[in-house]
């Protein structure tokens, strides 16, 4: 399946992120190199959104939509820690046939922060500006018309590289459409 088909799929069902974040064929980092972050384990509200520990690093999120109490979506994913910056390595899974299936070689590239009060806040790298990062050769990656189709298809190695040496504010300058919170 290619990227812009995870977008079709991610948009027709994804409220956690509510928009298409950038793909990318490799994560942030390693999950070798990473630990959980505990503080995302839990139920948030926007949406019901659940969130639990799987096999460190990597954790769970369930999402369910609270008008028909039907499954939306599942991702597992795990974190990267750059400086004072936290990230997402999120793998969606699609759905087929009833069940899901982990979408393996796609990761959806995500900056969060959770605040002192228990709120969750997402950004993501808007479609443009990957485009452009990719067509001046900073990373390797795919732009479809009109700067559609945008993924990533470098080694996590240069995208953390590129990441860390970046205004990541402004470089992961979209905010999501939720901001989650803690309900327990």
């Known amino acids: ?29 390693s999950p070798k190199d990473s630990a959980a972050d505990t503080r995302l384990a ?11 520990p799987g096999r460190s690093p990597w954790m769970h999120a369930e999402e369910y939509d609270r008008t028909t109490s ?17 990230f997402l390595n999120v793998q969606p899974y699609e ?5 899901y299936y982990k979408m393996k070689g796609t990761y959806y590239l995500m900056r969060y922060e959770i ?3 228990g709120t969750l806040t997402l950004w993501t790298i ?22 559609s189709d945008v993924y990533f298809a470098d080694t996590s190695e240069n995208i953390r ?15 999501t459409d939720h901001i989650y919170q803690k309900l327990r």
């Open 70 to 86: 039907g499954q939306l979506a599942k991702y597992d994913f795990f974190p990267t820690v750059i400086g004072k910056y936290r």
């Open 42 to 52: 839990g139920k948030w509200s926007a949406i019901s959104l659940t969130i639990t």
């Open 126 to 147: 808007p479609n443009a500006k990957a485009a452009q990062i990719i067509r001046s050769g900073k990373l390797k990656g795919h732009v479809g018309k009109g700067d």
């Open 161 to 175: 590289n590129f990441i860390q040496h970046a205004d990541i504010e402004a470089l992961f300058s979209e905010k």
């Open 95 to 99: 759905q087929k046939n009833g069940r």
């Open 1 to 29: 399946m290619k990227p812009r088909i995870y977008c079709l799929f991610f948009l027709s069902c994804a409220v956690f992120f509510c928009g298409c974040p950038i793909a990318s064929k490799s994560p942030i980092s």
């Open 115 to 117: 605040s002192e009060n």
